[in-house]
C-alpha cells in the first residue's frame, strides 16, 4: 500500500488571546477565528502542521474555556517550535495536542536543508533556507538581526491569515534564487 506524501503547512505567530494585537490595530477583532477557518480550510488530518512560534497568550484553564480557540481543533500533526513568547513547560505543549515541541530543527524538503525557525537564524553554512516567522513584516522594528536572502520570513498579516503549503513555498523561493539580480 502506497501512503500519500505527507503535505506540510506552515502557520506563525497566531498570537490566540492576546487582545493587544486588536486594541492596538495591528490585527482585525476576528483575527482568531479567522486563522482557525483558514487552518481548518487547508490542512487535512494526514497533513504537519509547524507552527513558527508564538501561538498563544493562553495558560491551560483560559484554552480549556475556549476550545474553540485551540490548534487542537486542526485533525493535523502539530509541530511547535517555540517563540518568545511562549514559556510554557513542554508538557502544557504536549497535554494542549501538540506532537512535537521544540526551539528549531532541520527538514530536507525539495533538494535543501530547511532550517525553521521562530527568528530568522545567522548563516553558518548550515542551511540553504531558513524558514521564520516574528517579524511580522516589520524588519526595520528589529535592526539587531541578521538577515540574509536564504531566509524566508512569514507573516499571517500579510498572508489573509492562511497557512503556507510548504511545497509552493519553496518552489517559489528556488524561482526567485534563479532570476538574475
Not at 536543508?113 to 524558514?131: E, Q
Not at 513584516?137 to 510548504?166: C, F, H, T, V
Request: charged share 30%.
Amino acid at each position: 500500500m502506497k501512503l500519500p506524501n505527507t503535505k506540510f503547512w506552515i502557520c506563525t505567530d497566531s498570537h490566540f488571546g492576546h487582545p493587544m494585537l486588536v486594541e492596538k490595530g495591528y490585527r482585525p477583532a476576528d483575527y482568531e477565528s479567522r486563522i482557525l477557518a483558514q487552518l481548518r480550510t487547508f490542512v487535512s488530518p494526514l497533513d504537519v502542521l509547524v507552527h513558527l512560534g508564538d501561538v498563544d497568550f493562553m495558560n491551560n484553564e483560559e484554552r480549556d474555556q475556549q476550545p474553540a480557540l485551540s490548534l487542537a481543533t486542526i485533525g493535523a500533526q502539530r509541530w511547535l517550535i517555540r517563540g518568545n513568547h511562549d514559556g510554557k513547560g513542554l508538557q502544557s505543549y504536549l497535554r494542549a495536542g501538540w506532537s512535537m515541541v521544540c526551539d528549531g530543527f532541520y527538514l530536507y524538503r525539495s533538494g535543501l536543508r530547511i532550517r525553521f525557525s521562530h527568528k530568522p537564524k545567522k548563516d553558518r553554512g548550515d542551511y540553504d533556507v531558513n524558514i521564520h516567522g516574528h517579524l511580522h513584516g516589520m524588519k526595520e522594528r528589529y535592526p539587531e538581526l541578521e538577515y540574509n536572502d536564504k531566509q524566508i520570513s512569514l507573516a499571517l498579516e500579510e498572508n489573509d491569515y492562511k497557512p503556507w503549503d510548504l511545497d509552493v513555498l519553496i518552489q517559489e523561493w528556488k524561482r526567485k534564487q534563479e532570476k538574475p539580480q
